[in-house]
């Protein structure tokens, strides 16, 4: 069974530039998650969709962050315009759908912004 | 709001030397316990989770973790430890009720560096 697939691994951007990252779930998921997680610290939630659907967005800084999940399968994290302090790495997971269903992580894209 | 606190940020021990990581979480109702792990250059994995049942709980290679309720600990230890271990080690937790996505709080982490 593939992994959760993220692109890029790593991007280096200037402040106030824009950035992208790409999510692909593991096939038949349809829970997804993005985290952020600062140098130091554990990952933080960021969003989570069920199918297309944002169920929890509460920590997204929607000023500079946005997120889709077109067709309930991949996804895509955004950041415009970018600051120094959005430094960190993005996780995504996924997991099936029930509550005791295990989330299985992607290997994370590494963003430093100067 | 739900937070989870890892007591110990970095661990140095020698090979064969028994292992105990902290982890306390701060929810007063049920909750879900994880432990992750993630070794250098690798994606998070799934160390062990307590979901309910026996509080003492097994995971892979070798690790397991007692879930103390009246304590809002849920401790991993490793009788001992290999130099494979290295590692960071994330504790998490999830809550149960209608505000429940499934969402994992994590903790800051704990670095482990096992001397061979």
């Known amino acids: 069974e593939a992994g959760v697939a993220q692109s890029p691994r790593y991007k280096i951007i200037e402040k106030r530039q824009s950035v992208a990252f790409w999510c692909n779930p593991i096939s038949g998921h349809a829970t997804l998650y993005w985290y952020q997680q600062i140098l130091g610290q554990g990952p933080k939630l960021l969003i989570q969709?069920?199918?297309?659907?944002?169920?929890?967005d509460s920590q997204l800084p929607k000023d500079r962050f946005s997120a889709e999940r077109l067709k309930g399968v991949d996804s895509t994290l955004k950041i415009q315009p970018a600051k120094l302090e959005d430094s960190a790495v993005y996780l995504c997971a996924s997991r099936k759908w029930r509550e005791k269903d295990e989330q299985f992580f992607g290997p994370g894209t590494r963003l430093t912004v100067l | 709001a739900q937070s989870v606190s890892q007591h110990n940020h970095h661990v140095i021990l020698s090979e064969a030397a028994s292992l105990e990581l902290g982890c306390n979480y701060s929810?007063?109702?049920?909750?879900?316990l994880f432990w992750y792990v993630q070794y250098p250059g690798q994606h998070l994995q799934l160390l062990l989770k307590y979901f309910s049942g026996d509080p003492l709980v097994k995971g892979i290679k070798g690790f397991e973790a007692e879930f103390i309720k009246s304590k809002f600990s849920f401790n991993l230890r490793k009788p001992s430890v290999q130099w494979s271990d290295t590692a960071e080690y994330f504790c998490?937790?999830?809550?149960?009720?209608?505000?429940?996505?499934?969402?994992?709080?994590f903790g800051q982490g704990t670095t482990l560096q096992v001397k061979p």
């Open positions: 969709f069920q199918n297309n659907g944002v169920v929890d």
């Open positions: 998490a937790v999830s809550t149960y009720g209608s505000s429940n996505t499934g969402k994992l709080i």
């Open positions: 929810y007063g109702g049920t909750v879900n």
